[in-house]
Each structure stands twice: as C-alpha cells, then as structure tokens.
C-alpha cells in the first residue's frame, strides 16, 4: 500500500474518529480535542498495521473502529505514568507511592524464577492449540498437553520445564 492511500485512508475514517472521540470525552469528562488527538493515534497505528488485515474477518470499518476505540479507552483508564508528589500535599517528603494491591497470584509470580512465572502466564493464557486438548475433569491430560505444549511449540527442554513445574508447585503447596 502506497502513503497515499494510507493517507486517503486515514482521512476516510476521520468521521470514525471524531464520533467517537466526542463520545469517549462526555463519557470520560475528559477534553475532547485531547480524545480527537488519542482517537488519531489510533486510527494511525491501524493504518500503519493494515498490512496485516484479514478482510475474512471482518469489514475495514470494523477493525479501524476497533483500533480507534481501544486507543481512547486505553488514555481514559490509564494510571497516572508518575506517582503523586507529597509536596503538592504541602509535605516536604519524597514523593508519595500508594502501596501495590497485591493477590495469591501476583505474590506467587513474584516469589518463582522467570521459567516458573513464563509457565503459569501459559497456562493461563493458554494458547487455543492447548485449550483444544484440556478438560477441566482430566488434570493428567491437561498437565500433559501444557507440558507437550512447552516442550515441541516453545522449545523448553524437559529438564527446563521438570525444574519450572517443581517450583511452581513448591510455592502453590507452601503454607500461606
């Protein structure tokens, strides 16, 4: 595709973004020429990635409708990129981190080792070709088609991944 019809085809789904963008700041309260600004970003990040579009899947309008909403929602429902400073506080203290909301699952994905961690983000993100394979009322075959999973996809040799699973079940069998 040409710059010139990228260009065209931001500038045809200009409409796209300002519907949306109007929409996302009354939603948001957030000011509208900033969400015209996120909306463009990414409307541009479709049009630099439109190479890669399957029209099987979908209509044009569909996809760039898709990019353009999740870069608005992604600018309204970020967290702040900098801590607030206790000096705006009137304090003289170093800037103020609110403490991180922790669960089971973050504490564990702290306390194992890259393998470890990489093996539980696999389960549970687990890719179709292993959905496919796993029921719930069968953990050997699940645990096996992981464990094949790893193996012939990813590449991990048995001793990798044998040493991965013994940590993680280590942490998950520790007494809380």
């Known amino acids: 595709m040409t710059e010139a019809e990228r260009g ?4 045809r789904h200009q409409g796209l973004v300002h519907k949306l963008a109007k929409r996302f700041a009354v939603t948001y309260h957030k000011d509208t020429e900033e969400m015209i600004s996120e909306g463009q970003l990414g409307l541009a990040w479709f049009v630099s990635h439109y190479d890669e579009y399957d029209n099987k899947k979908g209509k044009e309008s569909t996809w760039a409708y898709q990019c353009i909403y999740w870069g608005l929602m992604t600018a309204c429902t970020k967290k702040h990129p900098s801590p607030i400073s206790l000096n705006s506080l009137g304090h003289e203290d170093e800037p103020y981190e609110p403490p991180m909301k922790t669960n089971w699952v973050d504490n564990l994905l702290r306390e194992i080792g890259v393998e470890g961690s990489f093996l539980i983000r696999t ?20 645990r096996k088609t992981v464990k094949e999973y790893l193996i012939d996809e990813l ?8 040493k991965a699973w013994k940590e993680v079940e280590e942490c998950l069998s520790a007494p809380a």
């Open 8 to 11: 065209a085809m931001f500038d």
């Open 123 to 142: 389960i549970v993100n687990a890719p179709a070709e292993i959905i496919e394979e796993m029921d719930p009322r069968m953990c050997a075959k699940a």
């Open 155 to 162: 590449d991990w040799s048995k001793h990798k991944l044998n």
